[in-house]
């Protein structure tokens, strides 16, 4: 399996602007979930789905950010707008129902300017 | 509610064994699991451990889990260079569907 596939990578983009980083989980993996890593908060979950439906949310910092999962292959996390102190890495995660381990994707690093 | 603690640093001999701590606050914990980090890269799922045990083993890596004080360590035996990177403690809550609660990191640098 080629793992959680994340993209893209790297992305810049001006404050203001719309921001969409995408995801692939593992194939059969029934949770997703969006992290998101900064050097004064570390680790900090957004949101996570489970069977592409969004459980909890309660991590989304505002209404700027907004996920979406319209099937078992494909998240996205969406900011509009973008402001500076979103710039982060932004992770993606799955797994399956009832196991322990939890993969993580590479990351998009994020710079809004 | 939920806490974990990390360390920040730790520096060792290449060939030194390396063990970096944790402590959780949550007595619900599910799993218990160790992530490996590298410049730049993603989160490296290293070793994890279900709380209903106090020890597991995996080649060089030992996990050692004491319920009791909810207490997380990793045992890395005969460290190598390669290991320089950022450690994450980081627990499951029962109930929580899995979604993660991270330690800040620790930072292992191995000299040569």
């Known amino acids: 399996d080629a793992g959680v596939i994340q993209s893209p990578r790297h992305e810049v983009t001006e404050m203001g602007q719309e921001v969409t980083l995408r995801c692939k989980p593992i194939?059969?993996?029934?949770?997703l979930f969006w992290y998101r890593q900064t050097m004064m908060r570390g680790l900090e979950l957004l949101i996570y789905?489970?069977?592409?439906?969004?459980?909890?949310d309660s991590g989304m910092p505002e209404d700027r950010f907004s996920a979406k999962m319209p099937n078992a292959s494909f998240s996205t996390l969406k900011i509009q707008p973008s402001e500076p102190r979103d710039s982060a890495v932004y992770f993606c995660?799955?797994?399956?129902?009832?196991?322990?381990?939890?993969?993580f994707g590479p990351g998009t690093r994020l710079t809004v300017t | 509610g939920e806490d974990v603690e990390q360390s920040l640093f730790l520096s060792v001999r290449e060939g030194d064994s390396s063990v970096i701590n944790c402590t959780y606050t949550?007595?619900?914990?599910?799993?218990l699991y160790w992530y490996k980090q590298e410049p730049g890269a993603g989160l490296q799922l290293l070793t994890y451990?279900?709380?209903?045990?106090d020890m597991k083993q995996d080649q060089r890596l030992t996990v050692l889990l004491n319920k009791k004080d909810k207490h997380l360590s990793l045992r890395i035996a005969d460290t190598q260079t390669g290991d320089s990177a950022i450690y994450f403690c980081?627990?499951?809550?029962?109930?929580?569907?899995?979604?993660?609660?991270f330690g800040k990191g620790t930072k292992l640098s191995v000299k040569p």
């Open positions: 789905f489970n069977n592409n439906v969004p459980i909890d």
């Open positions: 451990i279900f709380s209903n045990m």
């Open positions: 194939s059969g993996h029934d949770y």
């Open positions: 995660a799955s797994r399956v129902a009832g196991e322990g381990e939890q993969y």
């Open positions: 980081a627990e499951s809550i029962e109930g929580s569907q899995g979604n993660l609660i």
């Open positions: 949550d007595s619900s914990s599910t799993y």
